[in-house]
């Protein structure tokens, strides 16, 4: 499954997944947005892995901030920004 979103300021999130018994799997999360420390995408990614199929979008991005440090930079995305991409794959 595939789901892409155009961020406001122009930035393009990429969400690709598979379900397994009604969760996420195998998510990859990519696009022209920069993220700092770029470890930080693999912490995103297992932070959706095994999110229900129901789950909305405050669900989601609440998902992905937690497992962010504060030491983690998002420029031109956001954890909502994933959401909606997350959401768009599984429509």
Excluded at 42 to 55: D, T
Aim: glycine content about 12%; charged content about 25%; overall charge negative.
């Amino acid at each position: 499954m595939h789901g892409e979103y155009k961020t406001p300021g122009g930035k393009l999130v990429v969400v690709d997944l598979e379900l397994e018994d009604g969760h996420l799997a195998r998510v990859q999360v990519s696009g022209d947005f920069f993220l700092e420390p770029e470890e930080a995408l693999e912490a995103i990614n297992g932070a959706l892995e095994g999110l229900p199929r129901e789950a909305g979008e405050a669900e989601i991005a609440g998902r992905v901030r937690a497992a962010l440090g504060p030491e983690v930079v998002m420029l031109g995305f956001s954890p909502e920004a994933i959401a909606v991409a997350v959401r768009r794959a599984l429509a």
